[in-house]
């Protein structure tokens, strides 16, 4: 049980009238890479947004780090310090420098002297590569390098699990690479990572697990290997032979 | 040599081209100028219509003639770029100089050639231009209003220390940078508002206020020798303790019944006027609306259903009014509700409706703000752990501040361009003290120069202002 880091039991999440999550069980263990994809508008985003309660579910329970999200879950940021996000639109905060944005949570969330947040900015700006940059505005960086701040930036508070939804496909694909090693990097070093992703190479390379989404629905949920050798549904047979 | 084609000056035959089209561009001027200047027809044989039209047709034909491309010729190429790029733009160009002639000498005249600088009654304005006399004489009845002659001084100095105090934030070291947002939103105000009830407002409450400054003056001195680890309590401690012993043991208070110590006059805030009370009231509004109007803007985008409509009620209810009625209520209608014996300044009450007014109207601009803000902004703060305040205080209103400053800008001034309006309360700010001064038996006839005078005033006071805000504008631009 207690390496179950994330567990999530029967949950269902209506748009209004609009079911856009259909009856979800997952459970991801500690460490565990967990690719999820499927066509677009199938509730792969709004899946991994309630993970950090930036979209409420309905029904069902989710339990983060043992922590239950629910309506009155009074430390909803103290979950969300744990667990980091990274966007596809990056969603730097543009009226601060790269190194401001990298801080601004750890000083002011974590309450992190303003030097060691400085040191531990800097830190994880080297390792996605970008540290000659620390001074500079997002809007003077490349889509590349902004998307590997936005990583840095999740870093910075050390969370015990990363999400990230589609963090490619804002990308040239010259820059899709450069990003694409910082998450492999990620992963070697052991972090617990969910990544929604039509990446298929990404998946291949590090997922322990794959997901396959349809219409709200988890339609398949295998080993990585055995999810791209012999998938079970049709839908998913479909979505492959499109995508690959 | 090319043919010539009047149609299509050409760079080929450059000089034909351009002495031409210059002549006859002068000649237009020269027509107009005349006219205008000496009142001289020099087209009066031509019939109406064409003598009318002449002059824009010749300078029209001129301008299309000197319009060559890559001549060479620096001037040329600048008038070309700048009012002669094609046949309209030229006949714009022609309209306005047109017009600035026509207009000039005229305008001139009244303003300095037939106007009266000197002298300080109504019989020295006999030229049929403006009477400066009379904007000399009333000067200072429209700077301070009928606040006494002789206590004007407490004004000066009131406004001078503030402008001071105000303008120290730009000379702040890096040490004290991190305060100014401190200094100026918490600090200042209460120092301005200081100063307005014991200086420019006066009577006994006067030593409070000294006793005060010299607690405050001999504190921060002995400061200096005091460890930083005791700061913190030294501050609290000492200041207060002086102020104590200065009101209560070396200046009891019987001194001043004795008549050795006398305080300052009382001047009640009626008395107040002119320019002076534009200031108060267009400063103390500006300072007070503009946190009202943020915590409006931010309620009305609450998630609570209470505060939601609170907010929401409140802004249509102010946005709905005209401000003239309020100002009649906060003076009519307002004391009504209020205990019998308690009474609140007249002033306070116009400055207290004013900012509630145009909080609402701030409201709104800072809620365009806050929507023209992409939600990413919102779930990246969230992701990273910040609650409500941390993620508005440092990631949304940062950026959807600076995006609504010309927005801001736009309603302060139109707030400082309404402080006219108090006139029915009975303040008389600078255009209130025109009107006053109108209708002087001895000096009837004025209107004109008094309007165009508050003009002025009001338009320099905008004008840095609008500057200030461009200014701002471009200190916080980062992105892109
Ligand atoms: N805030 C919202 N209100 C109403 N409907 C929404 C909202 N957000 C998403 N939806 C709907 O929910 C469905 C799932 O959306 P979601 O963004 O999770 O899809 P996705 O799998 O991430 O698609 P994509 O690959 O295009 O990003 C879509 O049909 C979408 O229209
Ligand atoms: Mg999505």
Same mark, same amino acid.
């Given at each position: 049980?207690?390496?179950?880091?994330?567990?999530?039991?029967?949950?269902?999440?209506?748009?209004?009238?609009?079911?856009?999550?259909?009856?979800?069980?997952?459970?991801?263990?500690?460490?565990?890479?967990?690719?999820?994809?499927?066509?677009?508008?199938?509730?792969?985003?709004?899946?991994?947004?309630?993970?950090?309660?930036?979209?409420?579910?309905?029904?069902?329970?989710?339990?983060?780090?043992?922590?239950?999200?629910?309506?009155?879950?009074?430390?909803?940021?103290?979950?969300?310090?744990?667990?980091?996000?990274?966007?596809?639109?990056?969603?730097?905060?543009?009226?601060?420098?790269?190194?401001?944005?990298?801080?601004?949570?750890?000083?002011?969330?974590?309450?992190? !002297?303003?030097?060691?947040?400085?040191?531990?900015?800097?830190?994880?700006?080297?390792?996605?590569?970008?540290?000659?940059?620390?001074?500079?505005? !997002?809007?003077?960086?490349?889509?590349?390098?902004?998307?590997?701040?936005?990583?840095?930036?999740?870093?910075?508070?050390?969370?015990?699990?990363?999400?990230?939804?589609?963090?490619?496909?804002?990308?040239?694909?010259?820059?899709?690479?450069?990003?694409?090693?910082?998450?492999?990097?990620?992963?070697?070093?052991?972090?617990?990572?969910?990544?929604?992703?039509?990446?298929?190479?990404?998946?291949?390379?590090?997922?322990?697990?794959?997901?396959?989404?349809?219409?709200?629905?988890?339609?398949?949920?295998?080993?990585?290997?055995?999810?791209?050798?012999?998938?079970?549904?049709?839908?998913?047979?479909?979505?492959?032979?499109?995508?690959? | 040599?090319?043919?010539?084609?009047?149609?299509?000056?050409?760079?080929?035959?450059?000089?034909?081209?351009?002495?031409?089209?210059?002549?006859?561009?002068?000649?237009?001027?020269?027509?107009?100028?005349?006219?205008?200047?000496?009142?001289?027809?020099?087209?009066?044989?031509?019939?109406?219509?064409?003598?009318?039209?002449?002059?824009?047709?010749?300078?029209?034909?001129?301008?299309?003639?000197?319009?060559?491309?890559?001549?060479?010729?620096?001037?040329?190429?600048?008038?070309?770029?700048?009012?002669?790029?094609?046949?309209?733009?030229?006949?714009?160009?022609?309209?306005?100089?047109?017009?600035?002639?026509?207009?000039?000498?005229?305008?001139?005249?009244?303003?300095?050639?037939?106007?009266?600088?000197?002298?300080?009654?109504?019989?020295?304005?006999?030229?049929?231009?403006?009477?400066?006399?009379?904007?000399?004489?009333?000067?200072?009845?429209?700077?301070?209003?009928?606040?006494?002659?002789?206590?004007?001084?407490?004004?000066?100095?009131?406004?001078?220390?503030?402008?001071?105090?105000?303008?120290?934030?730009?000379?702040?070291?890096?040490?004290?940078?991190?305060?100014?947002?401190?200094?100026?939103?918490?600090?200042?105000?209460?120092?301005?508002?200081?100063?307005?009830?014991?200086?420019?407002?006066?009577?006994?409450?006067?030593?409070?206020?000294?006793?005060?400054?010299?607690?405050?003056?001999?504190?921060?001195?002995?400061?200096?020798?005091?460890?930083?680890?005791?700061?913190?309590?030294?501050?609290?401690?000492?200041?207060?303790?002086?102020?104590?012993?200065?009101?209560?043991?070396?200046?009891?208070?019987?001194?001043?019944?004795?008549?050795?110590?006398?305080?300052?006059?009382?001047?009640?805030?009626?008395?107040?006027?002119?320019?002076?009370?534009?200031?108060?009231?267009?400063?103390?509004?500006?300072?007070?609306?503009?946190?009202?109007?943020?915590?409006?803007?931010?309620?009305?985008?609450?998630?609570?259903?209470?505060?939601?409509?609170?907010?929401?009620?409140?802004?249509?209810?102010?946005?709905?009014?005209?401000?003239?009625?309020?100002?009649?209520?906060?003076?009519?209608?307002?004391?009504?509700?209020?205990?019998?014996?308690?009474?609140?300044?007249?002033?306070?009450?116009?400055?207290?409706?004013?900012?509630?007014?145009?909080?609402?109207?701030?409201?709104?601009?800072?809620?365009?703000?806050?929507?023209?803000?992409?939600?990413?902004?919102?779930?990246?703060?969230?992701?990273?752990?910040?609650?409500?305040?941390?993620?508005?205080?440092?990631?949304?209103?940062?950026?959807?501040?600076?995006?609504?400053?010309?927005?801001?800008?736009?309603?302060?001034?139109?707030?400082?361009?309404?402080?006219?309006?108090?006139?029915?309360?009975?303040?008389?700010?600078?255009?209130?003290?025109?009107?006053?001064?109108?209708?002087?038996?001895?000096?009837?006839?004025?209107?004109?120069?008094?309007?165009?005078?508050?003009?002025?005033?009001?338009?320099?006071?905008?004008?840095?202002?609008?500057?200030?805000?461009?200014?701002?504008?471009?200190?916080?631009?980062?992105?892109?």
């Amino acid at each position: 049980m207690s390496d179950k880091i994330i567990q999530i039991d029967k949950m269902n999440k209506w748009f209004g009238d609009f079911q856009v999550l259909k009856n979800i069980n997952l459970e991801v263990e500690k460490n565990k890479k967990i690719v999820v994809c499927g066509p677009s508008g199938s509730g792969k985003s709004t899946l991994i947004r309630c993970i950090n309660r930036l979209e409420e579910h309905q029904q069902g329970k989710i339990i983060v780090d043992g922590n239950e999200l629910t309506e009155d879950t009074k430390d909803i940021e103290k979950i969300r310090a744990e667990v980091g996000m990274v966007f596809q639109q990056f969603n730097l905060f543009p009226h601060l420098s790269i190194l401001d944005n990298c801080t601004l949570a750890p000083i002011w969330v974590k309450k992190l !002297p303003k030097k060691d947040a400085e040191e531990l900015a800097l830190k994880h700006l080297e390792r996605v590569q970008i540290l000659d940059q620390a001074q500079k505005f !997002p809007g003077q960086l490349s889509g590349g390098q902004q998307q590997r701040v936005a990583i840095a930036r999740a870093l910075c508070m050390e969370p015990k699990i990363m999400l990230f939804d589609e963090p490619t496909s804002a990308l040239d694909p010259e820059m899709i690479k450069e990003v694409l090693d910082v998450m492999v990097n990620l992963a070697n070093q052991g972090m617990t990572m969910i990544v929604v992703t039509h990446e298929m190479g990404f998946a291949k390379e590090v997922a322990d697990e794959v997901i396959f989404m349809d219409e709200g629905m988890i339609v398949e949920r295998a080993e990585t290997k055995e999810f791209f050798a012999n998938p079970k549904s049709e839908r998913t047979k479909l979505f492959l032979s499109q995508i690959l | 040599m090319n043919k010539l084609n009047f149609l299509t000056p050409d760079k080929n035959n450059l000089y034909p081209y351009l002495y031409t089209g210059t002549v006859l561009f002068l000649l237009s001027i020269i027509i107009v100028l005349s006219n205008s200047l000496f009142n001289l027809d020099l087209i009066y044989f031509l019939p109406g219509t064409i003598s009318f039209f002449l002059p824009l047709v010749l300078g029209f034909i001129g301008l299309h003639l000197i319009r060559i491309e890559y001549s060479g010729i620096k001037l040329l190429e600048i008038i070309n770029k700048k009012i002669n790029t094609n046949n309209f733009n030229a006949l714009l160009s022609l309209l306005i100089l047109f017009v600035i002639i026509k207009s000039l000498p005229p305008l001139l005249n009244w303003f300095i050639i037939d106007a009266n600088f000197s002298g300080d009654s109504k019989d020295a304005c006999s030229g049929s231009g403006a009477c400066w006399a009379y904007i000399k004489t009333w000067f200072n009845r429209f700077m301070y209003g009928m606040y006494p002659n002789e206590e004007q001084w407490r004004i000066n100095l009131s406004f001078v220390s503030l402008a001071f105090l105000g303008v120290v934030g730009f000379f702040a070291t890096d040490k004290f940078k991190k305060f100014l947002t401190l200094y100026y939103v918490v600090v200042y105000p209460i120092i301005a508002f200081f100063f307005i009830l014991f200086f420019i407002s006066g009577g006994p409450i006067f030593f409070d206020f000294s006793y005060g400054i010299i607690a405050a003056v001999i504190s921060i001195i002995l400061g200096f020798f005091i460890p930083s680890k005791f700061k913190m309590y030294y501050f609290i401690i000492v200041p207060i303790t002086l102020y104590i012993l200065l009101k209560y043991v070396f200046f009891y208070e019987e001194l001043i019944e004795l008549g050795k110590l006398e305080s300052l006059e009382w001047v009640e805030t009626g008395a107040w006027g002119g320019l002076s009370l534009t200031f108060i009231v267009s400063f103390f509004c500006l300072i007070f609306c503009f946190p009202v109007g943020l915590f409006l803007s931010l309620g009305r985008r609450s998630d609570l259903p209470i505060i939601k409509y609170i907010s929401i009620g409140f802004i249509e209810f102010w946005r709905g009014v005209p401000l003239i009625t309020v100002l009649f209520m906060s003076s009519v209608m307002f004391p009504m509700f209020l205990p019998q014996d308690m009474f609140i300044d007249k002033l306070v009450r116009v400055i207290i409706a004013i900012s509630l007014f145009e909080a609402a109207y701030v409201a709104e601009v800072i809620r365009g703000g806050l929507q023209a803000l992409p939600k990413g902004q919102y779930d990246a703060a969230k992701s990273l752990g910040m609650g409500y305040w941390k993620l508005h205080i440092l990631v949304i209103l940062p950026q959807a501040l600076k995006l609504v400053i010309p927005g801001i800008a736009n309603t302060f001034l139109a707030l400082v361009k309404d402080t006219p309006l108090i006139f029915v309360v009975g303040l008389l700010e600078i255009v209130g003290m025109l009107n006053l001064a109108k209708t002087n038996p001895e000096w009837l006839g004025f209107a004109m120069e008094g309007y165009v005078f508050a003009s002025l005033v009001f338009f320099i006071i905008c004008y840095a202002m609008s500057k200030y805000s461009y200014n701002l504008e471009q200190k916080y631009k980062t992105d892109r």
